[in-house]
T-cell receptor
Framework: DGGITQSPKYLFRKEGQNVTLSCEQN?????MYWYRQDPGQGLRLIYY???????QKGDIAEGYSVSREKKESFPLTVTSAQKNPTAFYLC???????????FGQGTRLTVV | AQSVTQPDIHITVSEGASLELRCNYS??????LFWYVQSPGQGLQLLLK??????LVQGIKGFEAEFKRSQSSFNLRKPSVHWSDAAEYFC???????????????FGQGTTLQVKP
């Protein structure tokens, strides 16, 4: 079945650590997105990529980094510079701009 | 600035009653519009979408939504709510920017629906 796979489902990070969240899609979509979800704040865009080897900052990119070396993959690294990383992270893909977004099941990151 | 407002943070309805969730957006150009549903700890599932044409759109699970350009609204409706509809609902808006369109969506803050037996 086509879809978006995020892993792991739960992730725990110690203070000062970098962690990487995986996002893989087999929908052959060009565009991929990372959103952060906090209670009562909806979804906020972290980074997006419309094509391989190119990505753009979203509204809350500070403390995060991404790469897009393959069409299928768009990993997100939460760096130690992100001061409040505890959140639910959602990866999405779109065939092109102006089409609906398909979402993964999310990764819940907790700082311990 | 572009924005999406869902005025109701939390709504409670009785099973079998009708439902309307409100969504308003702020932008002068032509939007494209979505409603998504999210169960706890899960990703978002698309309920319905509007790009152009008939302003009343039908979605999955018996939901429909109506685009009203004059009111900048895209309200979600269901004539009879089932207990399984309890979830969080998000309105999302994208905006055409011609050749520079990034496809970014702007989400409302979400409305949590509780269904009473």
């Amino acid at each position: 079945d086509g879809g978006i796979t995020q892993s792991p489902k739960y992730l725990f990070r110690k203070e000062g650590q970098n962690v990487t969240l995986s996002c893989e899609q087999n929908l052959n979509h060009d565009a991929m997105y990372w959103y952060r979800q906090d209670p009562g704040q909806g979804l906020r865009l972290i980074y997006y990529s419309q094509i391989v080897n190119d990505f753009q900052k979203g509204d809350i990119a500070e403390g995060y980094s991404v790469s897009r070396e393959k069409k299928e993959s768009f990993p997100l690294t939460v760096t130690s510079a992100q001061k409040n990383p505890t959140a639910f992270y959602l990866c999405a893909s779109q065939q092109t701009a102006n089409t609906e977004a398909f979402f993964g099941q999310g990764t819940r990151l907790t700082v311990v | 600035a572009q924005s999406v407002t869902q005025p109701d943070i939390h709504i409670t309805v009785s099973e079998g009653a009708s439902l309307e969730l409100r969504c308003n957006y702020s932008y002068g150009a032509t939007p494209y519009l979505f409603w998504y549903v999210q169960s706890p700890g899960q990703g978002l599932q698309l309920l319905l979408k509007y790009f152009s044409g008939d302003t009343l759109v039908q979605g999955i699970k018996g939901f429909e939504a109506e685009f009203k350009r004059s009111q900048s609204s895209f309200n979600l409706r269901k004539p009879s709510v089932h207990w399984s509809d309890a979830a969080e609902y998000f309105c999302a808006v994208g905006f055409y920017h011609g050749s520079g369109n990034t496809g970014k969506l702007i989400f409302g803050q979400g409305t949590t629906l509780q269904v009473k037996p």
